[in-house]
Nanobody, 126 residues
Framework: QVQLVESGGGLVQAGGSLRLSCTAS????????MGWFRQPTGKEREAVGA????????YYQDSVKGRFTISRDNAKNTVYLQMNSLKPEDTAVYYC???????????????????WGQGTQVTVSS
């Protein structure tokens, strides 16, 4: 079982930036499609962005386009989510997820992902 560990969350003022990292254990990372999701308190989990195994295809939720950037470094088994111009409505627990079989490309449905990190809290104050 692949373990995913997120880091980089915290408290930031509106307009600020954070970079989330998600590092995978073991071998095979370069074949995984990866996703970033978030879950605000009391709401459903939603896809924020996704990146395919090679990094040449990405997806962004409309509300984060132009502000968030997803990238990956396969040599470091790590996927990143750079978040700029943060807004209070970006406040949520952020999760990374892996499609271990590389089947679904830049998928947005949580059920299509096999492994999940523990989540990291991002709080944006106004």
């Amino acid at each position: 079982q692949v373990q995913l560990v997120e880091s980089g969350g915290g408290l930031v003022q509106a307009g600020g930036s954070l970079r989330l990292s998600c590092t995978a254990s073991g071998r095979g990372f370069s074949s995984y499609n990866m996703g970033w999701f978030r879950q605000p308190t009391g709401k459903e989990r939603e896809a924020v962005g996704a990146i395919n195994w090679s990094g040449d295809n990405t997806y962004y939720q409309d509300s984060v386009k132009g502000r968030f950037t997803i990238s990956r470094d396969n040599a470091k088994n790590t996927v990143y989510l750079q978040m700029n111009s943060l807004k209070p409505e970006d406040t949520a627990v952020y999760y990374c997820a892996a499609d271990l079989r590389g089947t679904w490309g830049v998928a947005t449905r949580p059920i299509l992902y096999d492994s999940w990190g523990q989540g990291t809290q991002v709080t944006v104050s106004s």
